[in-house]
C-alpha cells in the first residue's frame, strides 16, 4: 500500500511541475537510472521502451537485493520519469536472457583435478536458465573450423534452452573432447562473435572460464576489444582460474570494460561458490518499468471519407502536328523523337497503340511513314525552314539539310520511293511564329510535312480506358496537443495495409498535408479497398503516440463489372482540332473536315454533353491570349450550330486562353498543340 501512495505521490508531484513551466522542455544527454541514496554502482541495459535491466551492486561489488520500486529514479533529458515497477529479474517471466559461455575444456583441469567440481559449478548456474532463456557455449576444439572475421578458430559450438542437452554437451567437452592447448582469444573472439548475431534488443551475457594464459591463439588479444565495443545490453563476466595470485590483467580489464566483473578462483574448491556469485549477479537485477506524463495526445482528421473512382473509355481523335523542330543551328532529327532503327521495326509499327496527344506526336515521322506505305500513290513536300536569325540567317543551306534529314528518314526506314518525297528549302516558314521572342524564334526552326492526300495528315485516332475520381487528394488536417515537445512525427498512408506515402518532420507544428490520388493514380489506388491513414508522434522523452486510424473507403466502377450488370458506364470523345495558325482563329480545310466529323457524330448522340474549349499558348499578353481563344472556340461553335444540331442547349462553348494549357508551353510542339479547340463529347451507354 505504501509502495502504491508513493507512486500516486510522484505521478501528482510531477503533474504540477509540469503544468507550471508550460509543458514544454529541451532535455539534453541520455537515460538515467539512479538509486538515490544509496552507496552503489548501477549499469543498465535498454530491455525496451520504457524498460530496462539494472545492475546494483555495493561497494563489495555485491548485488543489492532489497529494492523496491519507490528506489528508483529514471531521468531523460532532464525530466523524471514515473517508475511504474521493478522486481528482480529471477521473478520475471517474460524478460528472456541470452547466455554465451565460453568455457576452458584444456587438459590442465585434468592435471590438477578440477574437471568434477567445475561440472558441478556448471551444473548449479544452469539451474538459473529459464525456459524462456537461451544458452550457447564455446569450448576449445582442435578439430574445428569455426570461422569469425577471416579467422579459422579452433572452437566447438553448441546452443540449446535444455539444461539437460547443456550438461551432455559439457560432459562431452571434458570426457571425450578435451583440448590439449588453451585458444583463450580465439575463444572469446568466437563468444563475442555469437553475442553479435543475437537481436540488439536482447539481454546479452558473455561469461568467460579459464584455467590458464593463452599462450596458443593465433590471433592477438588486441582483435577482442573492437569486437565488444557497440554491442548493446551486452556485459561480460570472466573467472580467473590460473594458478597465479593476481587476476589475470586481461580478464580483469575486458569484463570490467563490458560493465561486468572479474571474479578470481584459487582452487578448485572456489568454482562452486563464485559460479554461484555470478548467478546471483545475473539473476538479482532489476527489470525497472517506467513512463513519462504527459504524452502526445490529439487525432487527424482525414477527408474525404468515402472516394469513387471510375473508369471512362476515351475516344480521342488528336491532331497530327505536321512540323519537326530543330535545335538552333542542327539538321540532326532530335532524341526526343521517336525513332525506329531498322525496316523491320518499321513493320511492326501501329499508331492506334499510342495512346495521348504527346506520345503520338513523337511518334509523328512513323504515322507519316506508314501511312506513306498505305497510300502509295500519295506524295509529301518537306519544307525545311530557318529562324532567321543569328547562325541561321539566311542559311538556306540548313534549312535544305534539315528536310533532308527527314526525307532519308521515311526513306531508309520507311523505304519510300525518294521520287515521292519532294525536299524544298526557305527560310522563314510561309506563315511563322513571331520572331519578337525567343518562344517564336524556335518554332520557326523546323520542317514542315505537306501533303495533298487527306489520309497523311489526318487525325490520329485511339480508344483507350481512363479513371476519374470525385476526388483527387486525399486532405489530413492534424489536431495534436504536443504535451513535451515533439522530437519528430509521421503520418503514413496506406492502402489495404501496404505503406503508399510517408510524410515525416520534427517539431511541435504539424502542418496540413495531402496525398495526391491523381499523382499516384487512380488505377492503382482502385486496386485497393481501403486507404488507412494515422500518424505516430515521438516526444523529447521517448515518449511515442499512435493516433487512431482514419479509413477512407474507396469504390472502383469498371467498364468490365458495369457492361457485365447491364449499367451504364461513361464515354468521353475527344477532338482536337488541327492546330491554328500563330494568331489565327481561321478555320481551315483540315479542321472543316474534323469539325463535319464531330458534327455528324453529335447527331448520332442525342443526350450526349458537348463542350468547345479554345486555348491558346503563352506568347503575347494574357488578354489577347484570351480573346483569341474566344474567337476560335466561337468560330467552332457557330459551325456546329449551323448544321442544325438539336437541343443546342447542350452545347456549351469558352475559351481558356493561356490558362490550364493542356500541353507544356516550354516546348514548341507543346505551344502549337495549345493553339487548338478541343471538342468533348460526353454520354453514357451501355453498348
Known sequence: MKSKLSILFMMLSIWVLSAGAGLAYTPEGKLQVLVPGRDARITFQEIDDNKVLASVLDAQENPVKDLMTEDFKVIKGGIDAIVTNAEILKSRKDVPINYVLMVDNSYSMKERKAVEPLLAALDEFLKIVRPIDEVQV?????????QVDGHSLRLATFKSDNIKGLQSFFQRSFKEGMSGQTYLYEGILGGLDLVSKLPEKNNKFLVVFSDGEDLNSEIKKEIIAPKAKGLKNFKAFSIDFMPTEEKDAFLNSFAEA???????ATSAANLLPIFQEVSTTLLYQYVVEYTFVNPPQGSLGVYPSDVTIEELTIIDSSPLLNYIFFEAGQSAIPEHYHLLKTQAEAGEFDEKMLRDTMTKYYDVLNIIGKRLVENPEAMVELVGCVSDKGEEKNNLSLSRARAESVKSYLQYIWNIDPGRLIVTARKLPEIPSTSRVEEGIVENQRVEIR????AILDSIKSTYTFEVADSSEITIQPNIKPGYDLKDWKIEI????????SIEGQ??????????LAEFGFSKIGAFKTLSTSATLTDITGQTFETDVFKTNVKYLTRVERKAQKLEYKVVEKYALILFDFDSSDIKERNKTVIDRVTARIKELPDASVTILGQTDIIGTEDYNVALSVRRAQSVYQTVMDSGISSPERVTSKGNGPHDPPYDNASPEGRSFNRTVIITIEYETTE
Open 138 to 146: 564455446v569450448v576449445f576444439d582442435n578439430t574445428q573450423n569455426f
Open 258 to 264: 563490458a560493465g561486468g566483473k572479474c571474479w578470481k
Open 451 to 454: 501533303s495533298g492526300s487527306p
Open 494 to 501: 496506406k492502402g489495404d495495409g501496404t505503406l503508399l506515402k
Open 507 to 516: 517539431g511541435n507544428t504539424i502542418p496540413d498535408a495531402s496525398f495526391s
